[in-house]
């Protein structure tokens, strides 16, 4: 009856439209899966127009359309279909089923793999994942992406480098960064600023994030292995916006913010706390012995303040103002902008892709920025059937104003915070800069020193690709080049900070370093019936030249001029040349069955200069396999598993990330010896040197259910990393404390999972929500021996390299607390518990459980949109570490530097009083304390950070179309908004470098950001 009735209906619609609309006519069907079974709900519009139409419980529709017009049916998990309409009216549709997730094409650097026959683990993120979070460098946006993989921001200083590592530790004392890629060729990324003692400057902070289509972290030996002695830490692949042939279109994007510190971080005391803790201190050190009370203490003072100063007499006498250096400093809702234009299309066999960019953003403490203008022009040029052509090019000028950061720099306005007493006032009462203070005021020194880097950055990459007359076989060639110039500028002025008393210092640096890449490959593709093989041939050859020139001078002769030629004492001349080469060659093959065994194998032997010519190459392999279990015979009929693929690789890759020449036995000839230049030894060489090698087991689940709306994976990995590079330390008699050496072992082994799910997909509402997870464990095997057989650990104050523990475990003194009758600290006696001891140096160390690098980091994933609105929202945890406060002996404790000399902050207010209090911090000293690095300042590293918050609004049709333009965006991003830290002691921002250590840098940012973004 129901059928009668919608066919009653329909012949009515018919009728109707023939006679008001003589131009147009019903057009009615069915849409079927391929099974047959009727699809319920799929939307049918006429393209370009609003006009359209649902599908019934049967699968039918009935829509207005004129022949010529375009039907566009969509449905969830489907792919789209587009059918002209023709002079009948009935159109029946058959919707297959949408395998574009299982043909999305993994870009690996060298090689491009679909989904499907990946037997590795990696990760690949578009360019819109990467653009939802407002960064100066790239690698920042994969923070909480990518499970295994761990981003540390060193310093919330714009530019600055980050500390990342894919799946944990793979060396002690040599390199643990990942490899970056560029178009297929590797680069360099290293901290280009020119002080170890200023600001860092990322060489990725060169590239705009906008150029960039999309970044594939590398995790496991199948993926890595092609890249031989460098995969050994995984790799990061960025891959360059290519031009779209066709008419040319127009983005233009645009973005103004505000960021502030994410998190407030420590309080410092105010001068009326520091004066009452500065009283109770000289009570607690001399009333006994000099027979006063507490309320005494105030006149000891006064009656010796030969011993203690008089800065609190000139304070009180002044109306006890309050200096507050904190809000001095802090560049409240420092702003943050970025404009970017680019253009893509092309003709018949040419596209182009090219853009322009400026990045503006003011760091949170005054004194320093970042800005940056970059642009790129790609081409592709199809010359003929068998011959192309393609360059990508990208130019950049960086420019940052950094600050003295990573320690407790008194010329610091982050350290000025932490350690400027608040008796001492910023200003004079006339307005003037107070320069009356016992450190540098940070506001004249944000004024009158420099601290600059500037980074000029030209990656051009050019190849051609010939189809030879073979079949399915080609040959391409490729020639890439990176230069960069990066030149440091110091100055110290003559008036107050660390230039006074030399009337002025200045340092300048000038480093050119030039890479260059050449490649040639064969690629050959054959298939033939159920199989099919693909082989890549490549050779390659890797040059790296670096020069450096700098000097430095004293005694300016006046204010203003701050180059070098206006010094009267030059002070040093230094220039040096250094060059390494990589030359490699790689086969690699991937063979496929019926598209459901697939089997992958790769080799590479790899040369390089850092080793002696005996020990220079080396030979790094890995074979994989697949087993697409959707596409077996078992699995054919079910249409809610889409993909089900079951993965396991091994293989082995390299290290050599160590400094140059460390295999040979040099002099030194920059000794003074009566005038002239003298030689002395100054290493003592290991010709023996060679790889570091990482041998990895990787097994894996790939999995897609219920037309792709829930996809994710499972993997298992185990890591040993053999012959490590270890700086083994030496016996004194030979004249040097070290030698990098082979020997050593380390493992890694982890667990990792993803799993994202589209909870609801329609054309008008789409909820979907994702997350990873990953675990690592990291064990220290085997460390070098000494002649008695004994492993040589390496100890420093705070951690120990040790067979059976992590590296660099936290080693120490355990604190036991504060004893409640006497008020003072105490550690105990065998490390661990037991009894207890007040003598700090009888307190012997103990592993304190886990190291700096977490063992269990997350990320979580939220999209939800609704008719063009949408929120876009992630964040990201790290947990099963540590944390250790680098200068709790200045700020951190009860004692005459935080309540005399320098500054304390507020915890310390929490002490002991009497006999009977349960504090944490102990009685207040007037006493200049020794380093007492123990667990009391080691804190719980967990927590986890709301790192992006994206609402926005994506303009309908008829906007559009009244604009003028393609499509149109609208958003507000908020960054790092919200921080949740686990250990209530920690004070300071959990977001720490890799080594763990909480220091005076500038901490992450939160941020703002109202953008746009339209395409015409």
């Known amino acids: 009856m129901e059928r009668k009735l919608n066919g009653i209906f329909t012949l009515f619609l018919v009728c109707l439209a023939q006679l008001c609309f003589a131009q147009q006519k019903t057009v009615s069907g069915a849409v079927t899966d391929e099974e047959g079974l009727p699809l319920v709900g799929v939307t049918v519009q006429v393209q370009g127009t609003t006009v359209g139409a649902l599908t019934d419980f049967d699968g039918n529709f009935a829509i207005q359309a004129s022949e010529g017009q375009v039907l566009v049916f969509k449905y969830v998990g489907y792919a789209t279909q587009l059918i002209t309409v023709g002079n009948l009216n009935t159109i029946n549709v058959t919707m297959l089923v949408d395998t574009a997730a299982l043909e999305e094409v993994i870009v690996m650097g060298y090689i491009s793999k679909r989904k499907d026959d990946m037997t590795g683990s990696a990760v690949q993120l578009g360019s819109e994942e990467l653009q939802q979070t407002t960064t100066v460098s790239v690698d920042q946006a994969l923070q909480g992406k990518v499970a295994g993989l761990n981003v540390s921001t060193t310093s919330g200083t714009p530019g600055s480098t980050a500390d990342i590592r894919i799946r944990g530790r793979s060396s002690i004392t040599a390199g643990n960064s990942p490899l970056y890629v560029i178009n297929g060729v590797p680069i360099i990324n290293e901290n280009v600023s020119g002080a170890a003692s200023g600001s860092s400057l990322s060489a990725?902070?060169?590239?705009?994030?906008?150029?960039?289509?999309?970044?594939?972290?590398?995790?496991?030996?199948?993926?890595?292995?092609?890249?031989?002695?460098?995969?050994?830490?995984?790799?990061?692949?960025?891959?360059?916006?290519?031009?779209?042939?066709?008419k040319t279109t127009f983005n233009l994007s645009s973005s103004y913010g505000f960021a502030n510190d994410a998190i407030d971080g420590p309080e410092v005391l105010t001068a009326a706390e520091r004066e009452m803790l500065f009283y109770e201190s000289l009570y607690n050190s001399y009333g006994t012995a000099y027979g006063f009370s507490?309320?005494?203490?105030?006149?000891?003072?006064?009656?010796?303040?030969?011993?203690?100063?008089?800065?609190?007499?000139?304070?009180?006498?002044?109306?006890?103002?309050?200096?507050?250096?904190?809000?001095?400093?802090?560049?409240?809702?420092?702003?943050?902008?970025?404009?970017?234009?680019?253009?893509?299309?092309?003709?018949?066999?040419?596209?182009?892709?090219?853009?322009?960019?400026?990045?503006?953003?003011?760091?949170?403490?005054?004194?320093?920025?970042?800005?940056?203008?970059?642009?790129?022009?790609?081409?592709?040029?199809?010359?003929?059937?068998?011959l192309s052509f393609s360059t990508s090019n990208t130019a950049s000028h960086s420019y940052q104003d950094g600050t003295l950061e990573g320690?407790?720099?008194?010329?610091?306005?982050?350290?000025?915070?932490?350690?400027?007493?608040?008796?001492?006032?910023?200003?004079?009462?006339?307005?003037?800069?107070n320069l009356d203070t016992n450190l540098p005021n940070p506001l004249w020194i944000s004024q009158n020193d420099i601290d600059e880097n500037r980074l000029t950055r030209i990656l051009s990459n050019n190849s051609a690709t010939w189809q030879t007359p073979i079949e399915n076989l080609s040959f391409s060639t490729r020639a890439s080049i990176d230069y960069r110039i990066s030149n440091y500028k110091r100055y110290r002025n003559r008036i107050s900070g660390d230039g006074d008393n030399t009337n002025g210092y200045g340092y300048q640096s000038h480093n050119s370093s030039t890479s260059y890449v050449f490649q040639n490959r064969l690629d050959y593709n054959w298939m033939s019936g159920h199989h099919s093989l693909d082989l890549t041939l490549l050779q390659e050859y890797q040059k790296n030249r670096n020069y450096f020139l700098a000097a430095d001078a004293e005694e300016f002769g006046t204010d203003g001029l701050t180059n070098l030629a206006s010094a009267g004492s030059p002070t040093l001349a230094t220039s040096s040349f250094t060059d390494w080469a990589v030359a490699s060659y790689m086969l690699t093959a991937s063979y496929s069955f019926d598209k459901t065994y697939v089997l992958n194998g790769t080799y590479r032997r790899e040369g390089n200069s850092r080793f002696s010519p005996e020990n220079r190459w080396g030979d790094f392999y890995s074979i994989g396999a697949a087993y697409n279990l959707h596409r077996a015979n078992f699995f054919a009929d079910n249409e809610n598993i889409n993909m089900l693929k079951l993965r396991a690789s091994y293989g082995v890759t390299g290290n050599a990330n160590i400094n140059l020449n460390n295999y040979q036995v040099l002099y030194g000839y920059s000794a003074n010896y009566g005038g002239t230049s003298a030689a002395f030894p100054s290493q003592y060489g290991n010709s023996d040197l060679t790889w570091e090698t990482s041998h990895t087991l990787d097994l894996g689940l790939d999995f897609a259910f219920f037309q792709n709306r829930l996809d994710g994976s499972i993997a298992y990995y185990s890591r040993e990393s053999k012959d490590l590079l270890l700086d083994v330390p030496l016996s004194f008699t030979t004249g040097f404390n070290q030698q990098t050496r082979n020997i050593g072992r380390m493992s890694n082994k982890g667990f990792e999972a993803e799993l994202n799910y589209a909870i609801i997909r329609s054309d008008d509402f789409n909820l979907?929500?994702?997350?990873?997870?990953?675990?690592?464990?990291?064990?220290?095997?085997?460390?070098?021996?000494?002649?008695?057989?004994?492993?040589?650990?390496?100890?420093?104050?705070?951690?120990?390299?040790?067979?059976?523990?992590?590296?660099?475990?936290?080693?120490m003194p355990t604190w036991s607390g504060v004893n409640p009758e006497t008020g003072n600290d105490e550690w105990y006696l065998n490390g661990k518990d037991g009894e207890t001891t007040t003598n700090f140096n009888q307190a012997a160390k103990a592993f304190q459980g886990g190291s700096a690098l977490p063992e269990l980091t997350a990320g979580l994933n939220l999209h939800v949109d609704y008719k063009g609105f949408f929120i876009d929202a992630s964040g990201f945890y790290q947990g099963g570490h540590k944390v250790y406060e680098s200068w709790h002996l200045y700020t951190h404790q009860g004692n005459a530097y935080s309540l005399n000399l320098y500054h304390g902050i507020n915890t310390v207010l929490d002490r002991w009083q009497k006999p009977g209090d349960i504090t944490r911090y102990a009685k207040v000293k007037d006493s200049y304390?020794?380093?007492?690095?123990?667990?009391?300042?080691?804190?719980?590293?967990?927590?986890?950070?709301?790192?992006?918050?994206?609402?926005?609004?994506?303009?309908?049709?008829?906007?559009?179309?009244?604009?003028?333009?393609?499509?149109?965006?609208?958003?507000?991003?908020?960054?790092?908004?919200?921080?949740?830290?686990?250990?209530?002691?920690?004070?300071?921002?959990?977001?720490?470098?890799?080594?763990?250590?909480?220091?005076?840098?500038?901490?992450?940012?939160?941020?703002?950001?109202?953008?746009?973004?339209f395409n015409f």
């Open 204 to 246: 990725l902070a060169s590239l705009n994030t906008n150029d960039i289509a999309s970044i594939t972290v590398l995790k496991d030996a199948s993926s890595t292995s092609a890249y031989g002695a460098r995969g050994a830490n995984g790799v990061i692949v960025i891959t360059t916006k290519d031009g779209v042939a066709g």
């Open 294 to 386: 507490k309320d005494g203490a105030k006149q000891f003072y006064l009656d010796n303040l030969n011993s203690f100063g008089n800065d609190y007499v000139v304070w009180n006498n002044a109306g006890r103002p309050e200096g507050n250096w904190a809000s001095v400093i802090t560049n409240n809702n420092a702003p943050i902008q970025e404009h970017n234009i680019s253009a893509t299309g092309g003709g018949d066999g040419h596209s182009f892709y090219a853009s322009l960019g400026y990045f503006d953003q003011e760091a949170t403490v005054i004194g320093s920025d970042f800005q940056r203008i970059s642009g790129s022009l790609n081409f592709t040029k199809q010359f003929n059937d068998k």
């Open 407 to 433: 320690s407790a720099y008194f010329s610091n306005p982050r350290s000025v915070k932490f350690f400027m007493p608040p008796t001492y006032q910023p200003y004079n009462n006339d307005g003037t800069i």
């Open 768 to 811: 979907s929500l994702g997350g990873n997870l990953a675990f690592n464990k990291n064990e220290v095997l085997e460390l070098a021996k000494d002649a008695a057989g004994k492993d040589i650990t390496i100890t420093t104050v705070t951690q120990r390299v040790e067979v059976g523990q992590p590296a660099y475990a936290w080693y």
């Open 929 to 1013: 304390e020794p380093w007492r690095y123990n667990s009391k300042f080691l804190f719980d590293g967990a927590f986890a950070r709301l790192r992006n918050v994206t609402f926005g609004y994506d303009f309908s049709d008829q906007i559009n179309k009244a604009a003028g333009i393609h499509s149109g965006r609208i958003y507000i991003r908020g960054t790092n908004l919200l921080t949740w830290v686990k250990d209530d002691n920690l004070v300071w921002d959990p977001e720490v470098n890799a080594s763990g250590f909480t220091d005076m840098f500038t901490p992450p940012t939160k941020s703002i950001i109202l953008g746009v973004n």
